[in-house]
């Protein structure tokens, strides 16, 4: 599993935990967030020298509080293009995780130049067909494909960069 995938994993964790517990700010969520994590996983404790893996993993955490963090500072753009394109559904009305799933990659959509959408809707499919019901990933797929057509990017590559004047 890349690093890149495991970040959008805890970004989906981290999401769906703040939506039942909202009384505690963002730092604190994730340093509560990541202690469970190293708990379960068995990471070394703080000042622990830093080996290969100890890098990857604090690069998938970086990208994962990017995301989150990402996600929660523009949740009043990407919840009303969500629901916009989602047919019948009400966004607080979908699972949790669909709509998380959906939220990282919408955010990835309009706000990281750096990854194409393509690559965002596929994670997010993933993400929701392992982590929700089997249906979850068509469901997914279909909302966040109306969303990439509305974009003015390219579906299979990083945005160019714009030219400075």
């Known amino acids: 599993m890349g690093i890149r995938h495991e970040a959008r994993e ?13 009384d505690e700010s963002v730092d604190e969520g994730f340093k509560l967030f990541w202690d469970r994590q190293n708990e379960e ?3 070394p404790s703080a000042g622990h020298p830093a080996g290969k893996d100890d890098r990857q993993r604090a690069k998938a955490r970086m ?7 990402g996600v929660i500072d523009h949740h009043k753009e990407i919840d009303p293009l969500i629901a916009k394109h989602a ?3 009400e966004i607080d009305r979908m699972g949790t995780v669909d709509r998380n ?5 919408v955010f ?15 994670e997010a499919v993933e993400l929701a067909k392992a982590y929700s019901s089997s ?5 997914v797929n279909g909302i966040l494909d109306r969303i990439r057509k509305g974009l003015d990017r390219p579906a299979r590559g990083p ?3 714009t030219e400075s004047r």
């Open 63 to 69: 990208f994962a509080e990017e995301l989150a963090r």
């Open 101 to 105: 799933a959906m939220r990282i990659a």
């Open 135 to 139: 249906e979850s990933g068509k469901f």
């Open 10 to 22: 805890w970004a989906l964790q981290f999401l769906f935990q703040s939506e039942f517990n909202r």
């Open 87 to 89: 047919e019948n559904w």
């Open 159 to 161: 945005n160019p960069p």
């Open 108 to 122: 990835e959509m309009l706000y990281r130049d750096d990854i194409p959408p393509v690559v965002s809707i596929n």
């Open 41 to 43: 996983t068995g990471a």
